[in-house]
């Protein structure tokens, strides 16, 4: 009777771990496309490395970054404007304070011409949060983010990001 129990949990444990493996062969597929669609269009032939060692994840940075913001993003249309406004929150943060200023009227002037004074006001607030945050307490991180995808896998979503760091010297 033990060993028919254990038995019973054993498969139960592997059926378990079916889907978790197929999404992770599922993902790793996905990354390689990704990576050759890059390499090939928007990096022009540069090498991708997909997940480089001594680089920490930027998906895990850029959901640190974007934390306090996370109760705004019930939704995974929001959480996508979220992340894109982390990640030009990010990459403006290597600009001068007038480039800065210059950028977010044009985006906002652009991308948002509907917007009433008061949302403008509080994106512009948000910005320049985003950017005093990037500053303070990601000062370590100095690669742009290029892009990233945001896949719903059902009870959560995945982040994936491309950035442009420096490789690590071996």
Known sequence: MAKSRKDKLRRKRQKQRRPRLKAKRQN???LQRYKQRLE???LEGQEVVIEPRGVPKMSEVLKAFVAPYHDLADTME???KLLRFGVMAWNMSFLSDEKQREMLDDLLDKAL???TRQEKEDLTLMMATLIARKKAHFAQYEGYIIDFELTDRGEDYHLAVV???EAPES
């Open 40 to 42: 090939a269009d928007l």
């Open 78 to 80: 929001a959480a996508e």
């Open 163 to 165: 950035a442009a760091i």
């Open 28 to 30: 790793k597929a996905k």
């Open 113 to 115: 011409p509907e917007a």
